[in-house]
């Protein structure tokens, strides 16, 4: 389907393109925006960063507050899209005493769509369905602004109380990319890392910036991805699961028969396995 929408991108009326466009990054990041219920805090962001940002979407967590989920959506979606998703979580009553922070990407032009101003984490340069479209021509200058970011909410949560080793990073696609990046280059050590239908961002300095500050090298991640994932190739997201393993990361990974970029029911219990695993419940708040 993908290849499908690209073709028509050769010689499309000007509507048409930017109804292609439209389709395209409504396939890319947003899986399931079925839901915008929540708790918005009326907190304004820990730092004042060079692009505008708004609030994250929060849930507070039913029981004595412990340990903090932070999601990344992907490329044209806002956090309210992974809502449902959380609202499953909190329904099934076994990650009580954790608080999700789903934050909102800032609009930006987006090259692979003509320019077009969409929300993102960074930039693409193209959206063909092949890895090294994705691979090169990276917006380095994006995706390390996006993780001082992400590391200005870690912060947050630490100043709140919350222990490094009780927070955990994810995402889905470009969020997925931006929660391996930040999260295994944190300058503190987290509790786990989640990447769905994701790739590993500046794979070729990815080591090197690991090394900056290398606390997170026993940290677990867990990878998934659809099996016929035409957006973010399958292939690619294996490339990157085999890259981390040979970087010795404790790194899992899944494939979904038959799904494509997108998530389903069995991915997301696996995903609350792995926080239960990460975050069990009982551990107190630090008290310093």
């Known amino acids: ?26 396939l890319l990041g947003a899986w399931n925006p079925t839901s915008i219920a929540g708790t918005v805090s009326a907190a304004s962001d820990p730092v004042d960063m060079a692009m505008p940002r708004a609030v994250p979407l929060r849930f507070a967590a ?13 490329l044209g979606d806002t956090g309210f899209g992974w809502a449902s998703a959380v609202e499953g979580w909190i329904r099934r009553d076994k990650l009580n005493e954790v608080k999700f922070v789903l934050p909102h990407a800032p609009r930006m032009p987006i090259t692979a769509a003509e320019g077009m101003q969409l929300p993102g984490w960074f930039d693409i340069a193209a959206l063909t369905g092949k890895v090294e479209d994705i691979r090169n021509n990276q917006d380095e200058r994006g995706l390390m602004e996006t993780r001082d970011y992400i590391s200005s909410l870690v912060q947050a949560e630490i100043d709140a109380g919350i222990p490094a080793n009780r927070i955990v990073l994810g995402g889905f696609s470009q969020g997925g990319a931006m929660a391996l990046l930040s999260g295994l280059t944190s300058k503190v050590k987290l509790g786990g890392v989640i990447a769905l239908s994701a790739w590993l961002p500046l794979d070729s300095k990815f080591a090197a910036l690991a090394q900056e500050s290398n606390v997170n090298q026993d940290t677990p991640v867990f990878m998934a991805h659809g099996s016929v994932d035409t957006v973010v190739p399958t292939p690619f997201g294996k490339m990157s699961y085999e890259a981390l393993k040979k970087l010795n990361y404790p790194v899992t990974m899944k494939l979904y028969n038959g799904m494509g970029h997108s998530a389903c029911q069995e991915e997301l219990d696996d995903v609350e396995t792995f926080l239960l695993t990460r975050l069990p419940q009982g551990e107190g708040k630090s008290e310093l």
């Not at 050769?10 to 395209?24: D, Q, V």
């Not at 039913?62 to 959506?73: D, G, N, Q």
Request: aromatic share 10%; proline share 3%.
């Open 62 to 74: 039913s029981a004595k507050h412990t340990a903090t989920v932070i999601f990344l959506h992907g």
């Open 1 to 26: 389907m993908i290849t499908g929408l690209l073709l028509l991108f050769e010689k499309p009326t000007r509507n048409l393109r930017y109804i292609c466009i439209f389709l395209l990054v409504t």
